[in-house]
């Protein structure tokens, strides 16, 4: 008797969560504390964006606190790091 069997369904099509640094004009609130997601220029915050399926089809964007998701226990999977282009800083000085 398996206790939990994997309930992810194929093709991805399942919540996931990326790290971000928050952007200027967000006004995202972030649903663990209720707070808005703020952009401070002096400091580089990051924000967790979580695409929220359910039942396989999109649902919603979440914006949390970077802290906050960690302290809600990543509800939306452990967030990624967004993908940055590896390359152009090669070359540039010699
Ligand atoms: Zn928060």
Do not use: L
């Not at 369904?9 to 609130?29: D, F, K, L, Q, W």
């Not at 606190?65 to 800083?89: L, V």
């Amino acid at each position: 008797m398996a206790a939990k069997s994997s309930t992810k369904p194929p093709g991805g099509m399942s919540s996931r969560a990326v790290i971000r640094p928050i952007e200027a004009g967000c006004t995202a609130e972030c649903p663990h504390c209720g707070e808005r997601v703020k952009f401070r220029a002096r400091h580089r915050d990051d924000q967790i964006i979580c695409n929220v399926y359910v039942d396989g089809k999109w649902d919603r964007v979440e914006q949390f606190h970077a802290a906050c998701y960690a302290e809600a226990k990543d509800p939306h999977g452990e967030p990624h790091k967004s993908e940055t282009k590896r390359r152009g800083k090669k070359a540039a000085k010699q």
